[in-house]
């Protein structure tokens, strides 16, 4: 098998997901697994120009020599991509041109869960956590490869790739569409393929494998730090956010499996600075000990900690000075929302007060610079939710300006405040939510830049052309196929940069396949209809999406499972498994 990245090297080598299939399927005597990435505009012609397929760094193969192509799925604007390496690879585009020596094409990540605008041109997708299904999958490739020398004899191998609980083979169901467009019913095709596909989930990431000798890049790449996950899932009940909700639940690992884990990979690698990864790391039960622990351990080795995004009510002034005894990094705070008002629609849970009790913090301690994460766009979001997102930053740059004044650092002061385009994503309760307009959005972001014009402050904002493809592709269906595929042929590469990007050839791609994508991006869904992910299940209740969707519209907050009681998500009896970690209140951060 090979694992295509489709972004390039110094992006898919800061992905974890690849280190853990990489070591997984590799340390199997009878199975291989290479790595390839996406080429960049001038190595693609320099390929092209020689006559040369896209080949795997380990042992330099064509793609097509493989028996599994295995792309990963972690951003919608990477699909153009995949249908560049696969074509660059000699391999037919169209999963029904494939003979029985091409290899079989699957794909997996987070944008699986709708994966229907991709179905044209995957065999088969895998949905939830890969390492708990792959060696399953590559086990019926093995078996049915020993039996056909000559070649797949590919409706055989899908059908039996279907009987695996996690696999969707997209070629097996049929979609039917009434008179409007939308659609009528997503029903198999062949007796025996299951109406619904579930997910898989790993339920003990303690007894779950994790890479401590993990590839090392041979060049700077985005995130060139050790990546230790503490745990997985999370259960806060953001409603904008799909991986809050397509992870669930929360399954921490052990203080004594991490402080091992880190100890095999600082010994191995040779970085020096440890990331310790989650969806919200400060809501780890033990996160003072095991900082505490791993200072205390590799503090004299020069090794630092660093911490990804924080929500603001998770960050205390211990933590801070925990934090502070390693190598500095950076810190990132993500208050969402401007007012209590935005931040209850959402579910947020976190108050201006925690912002500036946490901010207080970190520049008390010693930090000079703080990242601060908001959305522009959300539901139900007016122009003083905009004025609450600059007078908050503003806020947060007088408590660095005092600060700096009193000697606590003498570095520049830095508030960088980064707003990304609401994007509604399948399975969330805001999936039935449309994007608002691009003209609208422009005139929010231009607004909010003009609020924020303080030489202490920059502002950074995500690009509004790109969301509204996001949305269009997160939103889709299998019609977007033909779509997808004009868009490429017309030359879109790397549509999440924007060097790249061109949004007229998506425009010109839409027209010809008699799409229009504003329905797509724009259009606010019933509760009756059928949605193109909806035969695909998360775990999550859709019957809970609906009531936290009402709770928005409410202004109401839906608490955290751990501490205030069951939900009623679903996802627990559903996928049976239960929450992993030690949620009494005394062993949270909130006590120290």
């Known amino acids: 098998m090979v694992f295509a ?46 006559g040369l397929p896209l080949f795997s760094l380990e042992s330099k193969r064509g793609l097509s020599e493989f028996d599994v192509v295995g792309f990963t799925l972690q951003y919608e604007m990477s699909y153009t991509n995949l249908l560049n390496m696969l074509d660059l690879s000699g391999i037919p585009l169209l999963s029904n041109e494939r003979g029985g020596r091409q290899p079989l094409v699957i794909a997996g990540g987070p944008c699986s869960m709708n994966p229907e605008p991709l179905c044209d041109f995957i065999d088969a997708f895998v949905l939830g956590e ?53 659609i009528k019913s997503v029903s198999p095709k062949h007796p025996g393929v299951s109406d619904r596909v579930r997910r898989r989930l790993v339920k003990d990431l303690d007894a779950g494998y994790f890479p401590r000798r993990p590839i090392v890049p041979f060049l700077e790449v985005v995130h060139d730090r050790i990546m230790l996950e503490v745990f997985r899932g999370c259960q806060r009940g953001c409603r904008f956010c799909q991986a809050g909700m397509i992870y669930r639940p929360t399954r921490e690992r052990r203080l004594a499996t991490l402080c091992d884990q880190a100890r095999g990979l600082v010994a191995s690698t040779g970085y020096d600075e440890v990331s310790l990864t989650s969806l919200s790391t400060g809501d780890y039960s033990r996160i003072k000990p095991l900082i505490q622990e791993l200072t205390r351990e590799h503090r004299e080795k020069g090794v630092g900690l660093s911490l990804p995004s924080l929500r603001i009510d998770t960050f205390s002034v211990g933590l801070a000075e925990e934090v502070q005894k390693g190598r500095k990094t950076g810190l990132t705070f993500a208050p969402e929302a401007g007012t209590q008002r935005m931040r209850d629609v959402i579910n947020k849970g976190v108050s201006e007060e925690d912002l500036i009790k946490s901010a207080e913090a970190a520049f008390q301690a010693g ?76 005139r929010r972001q231009e607004y909010l830049r003009q609020k924020l014009r303080d030489k202490r402050i920059k502002y950074n904002w995500h690009d509004v052309e790109v969301s509204f493809w996001e949305a269009v592709l997160a939103r ?110 005394e062993t949270t951060n909130a006590s120290f």
């Not at 001038?42 to 390929?47: A, I, K, S, T, V």
């Open 5 to 50: 990245f489709p972004d390039v090297y110094e992006v898919g080598m800061s992905h974890l997901g690849m280190q853990i299939l990489y070591g997984l399927v590799n340390r199997e005597p009878d199975y291989l697994l290479e790595r390839v990435f996406a080429p960049w505009g001038d190595m693609e012609r320099e390929l092209r120009e020689a």
């Open 130 to 182: 890969g390492e708990e299904v792959l060696l399953e999958v590559l086990g019926v490739v093995a078996r049915h490869k020993a039996e056909h020398p000559g070649g797949f004899e590919r409706d055989e191998l899908l059908r039996r790739l279907a009987e695996i609980e996690g696999v969707y083979v997209p070629s097996f169901y049929q979609v039917d569409y009434r008179e409007d467009g939308r």
């Open 476 to 585: 889709g269906d299998r019609r977007l196929g033909r779509m997808l595929m004009l868009a490429f042929e017309k030359g879109s590469r790397f549509d999440g940069w924007s060097e790249f990007f061109k949004p007229g050839r998506w425009l010109e791609a839409a027209r010809e396949a008699g799409i229009d994508p504003k329905d797509y991006a724009y259009r606010s869904y019933r509760y009756d209809e059928v949605l193109p992910w909806d035969h695909l299940e998360s775990g999550v209740d859709r019957d809970y999406l609906v009531r936290e969707h009402q709770q928005a519209k409410a202004g109401m907050l839906t608490g955290d499972c751990r501490f205030e009681g069951c939900s009623a998500c679903g996802v627990c009896p559903s996928l049976d498994v239960e929450p992993v970690g030690c949620w009494e209140k």
């Open 367 to 442: 930090w000079s610079a703080i990242k601060l994460y908001f959305m522009v766009g959300l539901p139900t979001e007016t122009d003083e939710d905009l004025d609450g997102i600059a007078s908050m930053a503003r806020a947060v740059a007088e408590i660095g300006s005092r600060a700096q004044k009193s000697g606590r650092f003498k570095k520049r002061l830095e508030v960088n405040v980064s707003a990304s385009n609401f994007v509604p994503k399948a399975h969330t309760p805001f999936q039935w939510e449309g994007q608002i307009e691009k003209s609208e959005l422009c």
